[in-house]
């Protein structure tokens, strides 16, 4: 018992440092300890651990969550659903020419626009190193496309300032997979289907968006009738 | 010189099983039927075959073969049993891998179970010389999963519209999302001779047409017929008694017939 206080004690203190050092301030005028405080405390260490440290968008831990959240949604809702991975395309370039501070500015500024990009209802995620995840509610394929073009050519035109007076420009690759309306996907098959994707567009050159065909779930009118165009002509024979 | 080597670099290495996943597209197609009754096949023909239950809890395999099992992939999963101690020995002379419930808690998989399956799969490669997974109905995840822990991917439809609707949208995504450049097609409760062929024609062109365009250029995808099963009564009668066809009443055309896709697979 005795031991345990400090204890406490030392982590409070380091959670208040960390939101500190995040620039979060606790709401003023509340009395410290108090049930109101310790709530404002949780709140803002549970959202500062849901979102990536340099580009403040979700985490890949967030971005998980919520993506099994919508995998349960789609199974349920039948609705259409997008998941976009997108790549900064030679970024390692970047780092080495420029330094790993300008490679850093270069992430930052491809997270606002990917931001911008999207309906607040959509997620966008930093995945990993140069590596976003975006997930799109309700997205019918035709509209999955536009958006994913729209983002692809909006990072293209937006010139990254990585020192006074100098800018590079960044582009990236984008794949995409949407949610099989019908079936109870998994999260991990899903991003592997996007990642899968976006492999195919850095393959065919970068800077491009390459989608999963949402058709290749469905089987199309012209599809059936052409297989049981054999029943007919087999009678026949 | 490098030619008097391989023979001994070959034994060296131990000899793994050839993974074949059996699928459907549709249910009640007899998919669990030809796996069991193939496997007992093999089993004739000196095979050592394992028939893995990758329908996770939800296979037949137990109802078809009569078995009861204490216990299952569930329990090696959980770390309750060793895996040597859930196969049990069918009737027809081969191994079977019950998954028992509860391994796919609302069929969902998880990262978890994906890796054991893997390392299953991998861990038994060198005890048989087939591994067949009979895997689940549909196109759901679970499915897709279970058949991309094979090799050479089996599917059994019947004439029936439904079943070659289900069989084509099932080719057409593992053409897609796993590649697939050849699969095999067993057509199942045929009303006559020469269907089943007529059948993977059509097929084939529907292929040709429509999933072709949605591969790589210059990517191909080959159905093979491995062989078309008859629709015979006799069939009815020992799924009733659940007995394997090949062993009651070998005779019998739908069990010459499994008897031939053994042959063929092997050839």
């Known amino acids: ?237 | 010189m490098t030619e008097r080597k391989e023979p001994s670099a070959r034994a060296a290495a131990p000899r793994l099983a050839r993974t074949l996943a059996v699928t459907s597209g549709k249910g009640g197609v007899g998919k669990t039927l030809v796996s069991a009754n193939l496997a007992a096949s093999l089993a004739r023909r000196g095979q050592r075959v394992l028939v893995l239950d990758a329908d996770l809890g939800l296979a037949n395999l137990d109802v078809v073969l009569n078995l009861h099992s204490k216990v299952t992939l569930h329990d090696v999963f959980n770390g309750k049993a060793e895996l040597e101690s859930a196969i049990l020995s069918a009737p027809g002379g081969f191994s079977v891998l019950l998954a028992g419930s509860g391994l796919v808690e609302y069929s969902r998989l998880t990262n978890d179970v994906r890796e054991q399956l893997l390392g299953i799969v991998e861990k038994l490669k060198p005890h048989f010389d087939f591994i067949l997974l009979d895997t689940g109905a549909g196109i759901s995840d679970v499915v897709l999963f279970a058949v991309s822990l094979a090799s050479e991917v089996l599917v059994v439809a019947t004439p029936e519209p439904t079943s070659l609707t289900d069989a084509y949208a099932t080719i057409k995504v593992l053409a897609t999302q796993q590649d697939r450049r050849l699969i095999k097609l067993v057509v199942n409760q045929i009303a006559r001779a020469g269907e089943g062929r007529a059948i993977r024609g059509q097929l084939q062109q529907v292929i040709d047409r429509y999933v072709l365009p949605a591969l790589p250029t210059g990517a191909s995808l080959k159905l093979e017929l491995l062989g078309e099963v008859l629709s015979d009564p006799a069939v009815r009668e020992a799924v009733l008694k659940r007995q394997l066809i090949v062993e009651a009443m070998p005779g019998c055309p739908a069990a010459v017939a499994i008897g031939a896709l053994a042959a063929r697979l092997l050839a």
């Open chain 1, 1 to 237: 018992m005795s031991l345990k206080v400090p204890t406490d004690a030392l982590e409070l203190q380091t959670a208040l440092q960390l939101l500190a050092q995040a620039g979060r301030d606790l709401p003023a005028g509340v009395e410290p300890g108090s049930a109101q405080w310790m709530q404002a405390l949780i709140d803002n260490l549970c959202d500062l651990s849901s979102r990536d440290a340099l580009t403040g968008l979700a985490n890949r831990r967030q971005f998980e969550v919520t993506l099994s959240r919508e995998v349960d949604r789609v199974a349920r809702s039948g609705e259409p659903a997008l998941v976009l991975m997108a790549d900064i395309d030679n970024f390692k370039i970047v780092n080495d020419n420029h330094g790993h501070p300008a490679g850093d500015q270069v992430i930052k500024s491809v997270a606002a626009t990917l931001l911008e990009c999207v309906r607040p209802m959509d997620t966008v995620a930093r995945f990993g190193g140069e590596e976003f995840m975006i997930i799109l509610p309700n997205c019918p394929p035709a509209f999955g496309h536009v958006v994913a073009e729209r983002i692809r050519a909006q990072i293209e035109r937006q010139p990254v300032a990585v020192a006074p007076g100098h800018d590079v420009s960044a582009t990236i690759s984008i794949g995409g997979a949407f949610a099989p309306p019908w079936v109870r996907s998994s999260p991990l098959i899903w991003v592997e289907r996007a990642d899968r994707q976006l492999y195919r567009a850095k393959t065919a050159g970068r800077n491009r968006v390459c989608l999963e065909h949402a058709e290749v779930y469905q089987v199309s009118a012209e599809e059936k009738s052409m297989l049981f165009g054999l029943h007919s002509s087999q009678e026949i024979e």
